[in-house]
């Protein structure tokens, strides 16, 4: 679907308001949109890469074999735990905007059941 289709005018949003399943239906067709976002975080200058989806689930996690090869423990830790929270905050501020753009260009401070946003998981 394109972008100009989810965006919303003022009347729309009205309606929706007037009409709850209308505004269900909405959610959840913002829901499945976001959920289908994916961002890619990196740390140590890309030896470990994350991939996350909208849902924060983690799709891959790449670790370079020279860093596993070397045994540091601590490094992986930290190498991994930088990773997802670059890709987290890469997933966050893409479903911001995607949520922000599905109604109309109006900020959107948080949706339940959205990870990282107020009011979500």
């Not at 009409?19 to 990196?42: H, V």
């Amino acid at each position: 679907m394109p972008d100009e289709e989810i965006g919303m005018n003022f009347a729309e949003i009205m309606e929706m308001l007037r009409n709850p399943q209308a505004m269900q239906a909405r959610m959840t067709e913002l829901r499945e949109k976001t959920e289908r976002i994916e961002a890619t975080g990196s740390a140590g200058g890309g030896m470990v890469r994350i991939t996350l989806n909208g849902a924060l689930d983690m799709l891959s996690c790449e670790i370079a074999p020279e860093i596993a090869a070397a045994g540091d423990t601590a490094l992986i830790q930290d190498l991994v735990r930088g990773a997802f929270n670059d890709a987290s905050a890469k997933v966050k501020e893409a479903v911001q905007a995607e949520l922000s753009s599905g109604m109309g260009g109006m900020p959107f401070p948080g949706m339940p059941g959205i990870p990282g946003m107020p009011g979500g998981m």
